[in-house]
């Protein structure tokens, strides 16, 4: 079945560490992106990427990055620079030139500080 | 700056009754999406509207768009305890699809 898979379904970060979070896909999506879900509230775009080795910030990109090396694989990572990391993180895809296709979501990962 | 506002963003009703929740956004779009999670799970696509007047329903679920009013709703007939859920509207600007606007959520508890 195809769908989106990430890993891990639960993180912990120390203090200044750097952590990632990985995202594969094999709907042979183009477009990929990274939200993050605080209680509450809707979700918030972090980056997207529209095509491989090219990738764009969201709303609420400082903290983190991304990378775009092949189609099936779009992973964040969570830097020391992000202060307030706690959050459920939710990878997602859709077709490039689908503008009337809905995103796909991953089952995300919970992301908390130790 | 493009706002998505749902309302109301919490609501328990009994089984059996019908209401309905409402999304409302600040700019010009012919795109809405309607997207459920459940607890601490991924969200799942519901409907997509992509014209003034598009009308969407799937069991007891449907959904409709006035964009002349900027205004969806999501309408549930009898509700039953498995649509307990929160319903997430959001909204795609202009002709990009990837920046949705997202709404904050409505936190339905259908109860039996």
């Known amino acids: 079945d195809g769908g989106i898979t990430q890993s891990p379904k639960y993180l912990f970060r120390k203090e200044g560490q750097n952590v990632t979070l990985s995202c594969e896909q094999n709907l042979n999506h183009d477009a990929m992106y990274w939200y993050r879900q605080d209680p509450g509230q809707g979700l918030r775009l972090i980056y997207y990427?529209?095509?491989?080795?090219?990738?764009q910030k969201g709303d609420i990109a400082e903290g983190y990055s991304v990378s775009r090396e092949k189609k099936e694989s779009f992973p964040l990572t969570v830097t020391s620079a992000q202060k307030n990391p706690t959050a459920f993180y939710l990878c997602?895809?859709?077709?490039?030139?689908?503008?009337?296709?809905?995103?796909?979501f991953g089952d995300g990962t919970r992301l908390s500080i130790l | 700056e493009l706002k998505v506002e749902q309302n109301p963003l919490f609501l328990s009703m009994q089984e059996g009754k019908n209401y309905t929740i409402y999304c409302n956004y600040s700019?010009?779009?012919?795109?809405l999406y309607w997207y459920r999670q459940d607890p601490g799970k991924s969200l799942e696509s519901l409907f997509v509207l992509l014209s003034n007047g598009a009308v969407k329903q799937e069991g007891r679920l449907m959904a409709s768009l006035d964009t002349k009013a900027r205004l969806s709703t999501l309408h549930i007939t009898a509700a039953v305890h498995d649509l307990s859920a929160t319903y997430f509207c959001?909204?795609?600007?202009?002709?990009?699809?990837?920046?949705?606007?997202w709404g904050a959520g409505t936190k339905l508890i259908i109860k039996p």
């Open positions: 990427s529209q095509i491989v080795n090219d990738f």
């Open positions: 997602a895809s859709s077709i490039e030139t689908g503008w009337n296709q809905p995103q796909h």
């Open positions: 959001a909204v795609a600007p202009g002709l990009s699809n990837y920046q949705l606007i």
């Open positions: 700019t010009t779009s012919d795109r």
